[in-house]
Nanobody, 126 residues
Framework: QLHLVESGGGLVQPGGSLRLSCAASGSTLDYYAVAWWRQAPGKEREGISCISSDDGETRYTDSVKGRFIISRDNAKNTVYLQMNSLKPEDTAVYYC???????????????????WGQGTQVTVSS
């Protein structure tokens, strides 16, 4: 059973950076794609980035493309999300999640993801 734990959230000023980590236990991430999602107050959960385990392909939603970078370290069983040029609208609880497959789907559908972390709060404010 795959268990995911996010860390690295916090309060940052607009224009600042944060790096989120998603540490896995219970199973190796070698066989799983991993995606980052976020949910702002009063809004639906939004898939923002995904990295495949089979070929390393990455996907980004338009709202974070060019600012966020997803990466993985299979030796550490961890996936990262480097967030740069943060904006107040990036404020949300950030989750990592894994579907039961090695390649990211083209679209982000929550029902495709079997494993979720508990989330970490990111607040962008001056």
């Amino acid at each position: 059973q795959l268990h995911l734990v996010e860390s690295g959230g916090g309060l940052v000023q607009p224009g600042g950076s944060l790096r989120l980590s998603c540490a896995a236990s219970g199973s190796t991430l070698d066989y799983y794609a991993v995606a980052w999602w976020r949910q702002a107050p009063g809004k639906e959960r939004e898939g923002i980035s995904c990295i495949s385990s089979d070929d390393g392909e990455t996907r980004y939603t338009d709202s974070v493309k060019g600012r966020f970078i997803i990466s993985r370290d299979n030796a550490k069983n961890t996936v990262y999300l480097q967030m740069n040029s943060l904006k107040p609208e990036d404020t949300a609880v950030y989750y990592c999640a894994a579907p039961p497959q090695a390649h990211c789907s083209h679209y982000f559908f929550p029902y495709e993801y079997d494993y979720w972390g508990q989330g970490t709060q990111v607040t962008v404010s001056s």
